[in-house]
């Protein structure tokens, strides 16, 4: 604790050096400056630099302890603070490589700027490291940390601030790394990720060459090309159809032999390639709650189940008048516009008396995005042949119109 004269001494420099401070946390809030990654500590530097070469030799003469004290000490233990945000976690998720890649990173830079500041420049050690610490730690900050160990001239000190500022702005609009602003030297971060994609893919094409000229049945018996049709399945397929590709509702079981759209290779191909987008009408409005109780009747005595509710006879003939256009007299389904069989115990959204309610009451739209443009020519390929290699094998179960 600090005896109250000295206090007294401190506390217009602490008090001036709060308010800058909490002045650069609002002005840090303002979203013009946010959105540019202007941040307080940034902000702060530019007002310390205003107020100090305006007002401040006005009050120096009071201020000055305090600032001395906000300056060295309270601004060593922010460095330290601020560096325990960099938590043990960080360094979890960034491994050992990335720790090692820093440390590399920050001793190159100190020992680079410190050789050629003294040998070539000529310049003052002290301020040959501050200038280092400020490159190759965080900036400003870590010159004015490094101030009491280097024991460096407060005129080096500005000197070193203002280095590490004005380079570290003019770097911001050189490469900038905010986002998607070009920079003037046209280096942007999600440039350098494209690039890095585009080699990626060119690799990719590679192995896929091998593969281009085959055909589905061919791939099919290929063990290779089954091996990279399973990845792309896990990678672009499995979200919807589950990674073992036996479906969830409203999302198809590719194992089995019941098709919507038709098994043979060139029909899963062409739904793979183009997708599909299956549409069954709600008739809730134009039949009524007791015209779907009596289809949902009808259609589950297809499979062979009664249903307590519903009047199978009146549903039989609400389907012939309705129904039979896409679902075909025998209500086997029609693979064109994939209406699916309603006679089997496969559902594709469930075989529930509430399901089935629900898929004659409200209508369905099962959508199957197209790939071809996502994936091109050969991946579709491999990828029929995986599905085709799950066991349901060519056409059955649905029959064609
Ligand atoms: C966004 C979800 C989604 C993704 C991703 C998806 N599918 Fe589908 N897929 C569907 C839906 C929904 C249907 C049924 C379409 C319908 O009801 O008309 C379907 C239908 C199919 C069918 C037709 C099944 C049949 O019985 O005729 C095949 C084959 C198929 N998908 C393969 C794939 C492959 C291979 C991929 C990966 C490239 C894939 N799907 C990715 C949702 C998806
Ligand atoms: C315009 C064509 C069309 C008409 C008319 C039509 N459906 Fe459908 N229906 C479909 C399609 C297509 C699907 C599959 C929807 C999907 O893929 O999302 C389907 C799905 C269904 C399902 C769900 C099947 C399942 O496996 O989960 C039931 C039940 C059904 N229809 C009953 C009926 C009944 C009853 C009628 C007459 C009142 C009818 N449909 C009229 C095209 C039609």
Redesign the pocket.
């Known amino acids: 604790m600090p005896e109250p004269g000295r206090f007294a001494r401190l506390w217009p420099g602490l008090l001036v050096s709060a308010a800058l401070g909490a002045l650069a946390v609002l002005l840090g809030e303002v979203p013009v400056l946010e959105a540019r990654g202007i941040n307080p500590l940034t902000i702060a530097i530019i007002l310390g630099m205003l107020a100090g070469n305006s007002v401040y030799p006005a009050i120096a003469g009071r201020a000055e302890p305090g600032v001395v004290v906000a300056r060295q000490r309270l601004l060593r233990v922010g460095v330290v603070l601020y560096g325990f945000r960099l938590t043990l976690q960080d360094i979890d998720q960034v491994g050992w490589q990335g720790v090692l890649v820093d440390a590399l990173m920050v001793t190159s830079t100190f020992v680079l700027s410190y050789q050629v500041g003294t040998r070539w420049l000529r310049l003052d050690r002290a301020l040959a490291m501050l200038v280092g610490a400020g490159s190759a730690i965080c900036g400003a900050a870590a010159v004015l940390a490094a101030e009491p160990l280097v024991r460096g001239k407060p005129e080096q000190v500005s000197v070193a601030v203002a280095g590490v500022v004005i380079f570290g702005t003019l770097s911001m609009f050189l490469y900038p790394g905010l986002g998607n602003y070009a920079g003037r030297l046209g280096w942007t971060s999600i440039n350098q990720h494209e690039t890095q994609q585009r080699a990626s893919e060119a690799q990719a094409q590679q192995l896929l060459a091998q593969f281009a000229g085959k055909s589905v049945e061919d791939l099919r018996n290929d063990p290779q090309a089954l091996v990279v049709g399973r990845n792309?399945?896990a990678n672009?397929?499995a979200?919807?159809?589950g990674s073992d590709a036996h479906g969830n509702p409203?999302?198809?079981d590719?194992t089995d032999a019941?098709?919507?759209?038709?098994g043979s290779a060139e029909q899963?191909e062409a739904?793979?390639a183009g997708g599909?987008?299956?549409v069954m009408i709600p008739w809730q409005a134009a039949l009524g709650g007791d015209g779907v109780e009596n289809l949902v009747a009808y259609v589950l005595s297809l499979s062979g189940r009664t249903v307590p509710a519903g009047d199978v006879a009146a549903g039989k003939q609400l389907f012939e008048t309705n129904c039979v256009a896409c679902h075909g007299t025998d209500a086997r389904g029609n693979q064109a516009i994939?209406a699916p069989n309603l006679t089997d115990h496969t559902w594709?959204y469930g075989g529930s008396v509430d399901a089935v309610r629900a898929s004659i009451a409200n209508g369905r739209q099962?959508?199957?995005?197209a790939?071809l443009d996502r994936?091109g020519a050969v991946r579709v390929k491999l990828?029929a042949a995986y599905?085709l290699s799950l066991g349901a094998g060519a056409n059955s179960g649905t029959a064609s119109p």
């Open positions: 792309l399945f672009n397929c979200m919807c159809h409203g999302f198809p590719l019941d098709w919507l759209y038709g899963v739904t793979i599909r987008n299956g994939g594709l099962g959508l199957m995005p790939q994936l990828l599905v």
